[in-house]
């Protein structure tokens, strides 16, 4: 007779074939629809800023050379608002989750995190992530030894297939961390850095950075074809 006070040792689940986890039709439509308008209003948002800038230059440099800036940011704004349909659809097709005997593969739209259970050293589920004052959604971040292998978000994943990972991962040995409380990205990057990367605790400032870089580099760029043009 076992003792009920001893609680079973974990064992690893038995090999049964590779698993592929698919995102939902509901989160498809939802994930196409919202990198879509993201996509575009990158693609369009820069082209005011850019033209105010070459419009300036022309009134300071008294040359029509920063005209062609101008058409060069309305080219590449439109031919990219135009690319983001197809190139969306063919990111989300590339979104999955699979599990093969230990072995990870996790797409993301961008690229495939590709791991091993002995590469994990945390699997931290995270239940109410804050993404805005009156938005919050689970999170499931894989942790390695000196960074994060993936982070997989509510809003894309149903609690079902979070939980499959989460489980299977634990199963071959990962250290499981719940984080019961609201807590936003900053915070958690407070509690580990390997968790949340900069860009993503601080996404104003970086957004901010971001453009600061790009008007310094069109700015100079201008400069130096009005000095070329005058030389």
Known sequence: MTDPTVPPAPTAPAAAGPVVM????????????????????LSFSWIPLIAVICLIAVLALQSLLPLLF???????GLGGGLATGPYVRRAVD????????????IGDGRRFHRFTAGDVDQVVHVARHRLSRAQEAPLL?????????????GQMWTPQQLGALADDL?????????VEQPVSARQLRAMDRRWITWMHAHPALFVLLAVLAAVLVVIIAIVILAVASGA
Do not use: F
């Not at 989160?27 to 575009?40: H, K, Q, W």
């Not at 971040?141 to 978000?153: C, D, P, W, Y």
């Open 94 to 105: 590339r979104v999955r989750i699979e599990l093969d005997d230990g072995a990870y593969v």
């Open 170 to 178: 634990v199963a071959r040995g990962a250290r499981r961390i719940d």
């Open 141 to 153: 971040i894989v942790v390695g030894a000196r960074r994060r292998l993936a982070i997989l978000t």
């Open 22 to 41: 698919q995102l939902t039709p509901e989160a498809r439509e939802r994930m196409t629809r919202y990198n879509t308008a993201m996509l575009r209003w």
């Open 70 to 76: 101008i058409a060069i940011a309305v080219m590449l």
